[in-house]
C-alpha cells in the first residue's frame, strides 16, 4: 500500500511535498494543529509582509511573552500589513487542495486555529472542496494574558495628568481563554449511511464523546494537560484534546494524518487510542524531539503493560 512508507511515522519535511504521494481516499481523519498565523514564532510567519517593524522584537517581549515576534507595528500599519490575512488564506489553500483527495467521503478534518485568523483557514478549506461541521470551543484553564498599562506608557512621555486621566486602561486584549477548532467533512456522493457502511467514516460516537453522562457538546472543557506531561512546543497541544477528537469520530485500526506534527501530540494520541498515524514535521528540531518523545512514550506504556502482566500472572 502506497501509504505504508508513512504509517505511523513522524516524516521530517515539508507537507506540500508529502501530501501528494500519500493514497487518494486512504485516510480516515486529519487532525491538525496548524500554524495560526499570528508571529508566534519564525515557523508561525505566513505572508510576505515588508513592515520589518512588524516582526521584531519590543523590549516588553524579552522572556516574557509566548510570542517570539512583534504582533504589532511601532508606527501603525501600512497598506501591505492588510495583506497578511490574505497570505495566510493563500498559503493554507496550498495544503487543504493537497489534503482533500486524501481522505475519504464523509472522513472529518479538525483544524485548531486562532479566533482572528481561523475564518481564513475554514475559507481555504471551503474552496478546497470541504463542508464546515461546526466550530469547536476549546476551553483553557489559563493562558498566556498581557495587557501594558497606557498610563505607564503615558507617564514615560511625561503626560503626567493624561496619565491620571486613563488609569486603568491597557492597550492589549482580553484574556484568551478559549481556541476554536474546526471542524469539517469531505463531501459524500450518496446517504451518510451509505459513507458509514463503506468508508467506516461519517457518524459520530456519541457515547464516547459523553462528558458528565451527557450528549457529547461543542464547548469542550476539562482537557487540559495531565500532570508531568512532557512540554516541548511552544504551541503544543494537551494529548487530551486530541484523543477526544479521534475518539468522537474515529475508530481503532483506522488512519489519521497531521500534517503540522510539532512534538509529537497527535502520534501519542494516536497510540494510545490505537489508531495509525501519518506525520510531517518541517522543523528537523521539532521532528527529532517528536520521534525521541513517541519512542519513549511506546516504551514506556509497553514496560507498564508488561509488568500489568507480570502482576496478572503473579496473582494468578
Ligand atoms: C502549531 S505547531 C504544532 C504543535 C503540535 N500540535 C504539538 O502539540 O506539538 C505547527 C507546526 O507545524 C510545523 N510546520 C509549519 N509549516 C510546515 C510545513 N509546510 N510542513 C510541515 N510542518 C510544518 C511547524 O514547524 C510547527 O512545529
Known amino acids: 500500500m502506497v501509504n505504508d512508507r508513512f504509517l505511523d511515522t513522524i516524516t521530517v519535511g515539508d507537507c506540500l511535498h508529502y501530501i501528494p504521494l500519500l493514497q487518494d481516499d486512504s485516510l480516515h481523519c486529519c487532525l491538525s494543529d496548524i500554524p495560526y498565523g499570528i508571529n508566534l514564532d519564525a515557523w508561525d510567519v505566513l505572508h510576505d509582509n515588508t513592515n520589518v517593524a512588524l516582526l521584531g522584537q519590543s523590549p516588553a517581549q524579552n522572556g516574557k511573552s509566548g510570542f517570539k515576534r512583534r504582533g504589532k507595528p511601532i508606527r501603525g500599519w501600512n497598506a501591505a500589513d492588510r495583506d497578511i490575512p490574505r497570505d495566510y488564506q493563500a498559503w493554507c489553500g496550498q495544503w487543504a487542495s493537497l489534503l482533500y483527495p486524501k481522505l475519504k467521503?464523509?472522513?472529518?478534518?479538525?483544524?485548531?486555529?486562532?479566533?482572528?485568523?481561523?475564518?481564513?483557514?475554514?475559507?481555504?478549506?471551503?474552496?478546497s472542496g470541504f463542508l464546515l461541521k461546526d466550530i469547536l470551543?476549546?476551553?483553557?484553564?489559563?493562558?498566556?494574558?498581557?495587557?501594558?498599562?497606557?498610563?505607564?506608557?503615558?507617564?514615560?512621555?511625561?503626560?503626567?495628568?493624561?496619565?491620571?486621566?486613563?488609569e486603568g486602561w491597557r492597550l492589549g486584549n482580553l484574556a484568551p481563554l478559549w481556541e476554536p477548532i474546526a471542524w469539517f467533512f469531505k463531501p459524500y456522493a450518496h446517504t451518510i449511511t451509505d459513507v458509514v457502511l463503506e468508508n467506516e467514516v461519517?457518524?459520530?460516537?456519541?457515547?464516547?464523546?459523553q462528558i458528565d453522562g451527557k450528549s457529547p457538546p461543542n464547548i469542550l472543557k476539562g482537557l487540559w494537560?495531565?500532570?508531568?506531561?512532557?512540554?516541548?512546543?511552544?504551541?503544543?497541544k494537551p494529548v487530551s484534546v486530541l484523543e477526544y477528537l479521534l475518539r468522537l469520530t474515529t475508530r481503532e485500526g483506522q488512519v489519521v494524518l497531521d500534517p503540522f506534527m510539532g512534538s509529537g501530540s497527535t502520534a501519542i494520541a494516536c497510540h494510545n487510542l490505537n489508531r495509525h498515524?501519518?506525520?510531517?514535521?518541517?522543523?528537523?528540531?521539532?521532528?527529532?524531539?517528536?520521534?525521541?518523545?513517541?519512542?519513549?512514550?511506546?516504551?514506556a506504556v509497553s514496560d507498564e503493560e508488561a509488568g500489568q502482566q507480570i502482576h496478572q500472572h503473579r496473582l494468578f
Request: net charge negative; proline share 1%.
Open 202 to 209: 461519517g457518524a459520530v460516537n456519541m457515547t464516547a464523546g
Open 105 to 127: 467521503d464523509g472522513a472529518s478534518v479538525f483544524i485548531f486555529g486562532a479566533r482572528r485568523t481561523l475564518h481564513r483557514a475554514i475559507v481555504a478549506l471551503e474552496d
Open 277 to 299: 498515524y501519518i506525520g510531517f514535521e518541517i522543523n528537523a528540531d521539532f521532528a527529532r524531539q517528536a520521534i525521541d518523545r513517541v519512542t519513549a512514550h511506546i516504551a
Open 137 to 166: 470551543a476549546w476551553e483553557k484553564p489559563n493562558a498566556h494574558h498581557r495587557a501594558q498599562r497606557i498610563s505607564v506608557v503615558l507617564d514615560r512621555r511625561g503626560l503626567s495628568e493624561e496619565a491620571v486621566r486613563w
Open 225 to 236: 494537560f495531565a500532570d508531568g506531561e512532557v512540554r516541548l512546543h511552544e504551541a503544543q
